[in-house]
Nanobody, 125 residues
Framework: QVQVVESGGGSVQAGGSVRLSCAVS????????MGWFRQASGKEREGVAV????????YYADSAKGRFTISLDNANKTAYLQLHRVSPEDTAMYYC??????????????????WGKGTLVTISS
């Protein structure tokens, strides 16, 4: 059973930074894609950033470009999302997800195969 576990959410002041972590267990595929999605209250879930594991390619939503960075600790099957210069509009539940395959672009959330339970990020002004 694949487990996806996020950590690192919390309350942050606008303009600050926060780092989210995502660990995947019992995963044996050589190439897969993992990343972050978020869902604000009353809105649809949207992609933030994904990274390929075992292959090249990272993809960001326009809202994340220049402010967020996704990175990978391959040995520990852990991905990180570093958020900088956050604003109240970044307040959301952030979910980590895994796609059993390669990402050629930022996928829609319905394409992802496994999900974590989410971690809440609240940005105060």
């Amino acid at each position: 059973q694949v487990q996806v576990v996020e950590s690192g959410g919390g309350s942050v002041q606008a303009g600050g930074s926060v780092r989210l972590s995502c660990a995947v267990s019992t995963w044996t595929r050589r190439i897969y894609c993992m990343g972050w999605f978020r869902q604000a209250s009353g809105k649809e879930r949207e992609g933030v950033a994904v990274i390929n594991v075992g292959a090249e390619g990272t993809y960001y939503a326009d809202s994340a470009k220049g402010r967020f960075t996704i990175s990978l600790d391959n040995a520990n099957k852990t991905a990180y999302l570093q958020l900088h210069r956050v604003s109240p509009e970044d307040t959301a539940m952030y979910y980590c997800a895994v796609l059993d395959g390669y990402c050629a672009s930022l996928p829609g959330y319905r394409s992802m195969d496994y999900w974590g339970k989410g971690t809440l990020v609240t940005i105060s002004s």
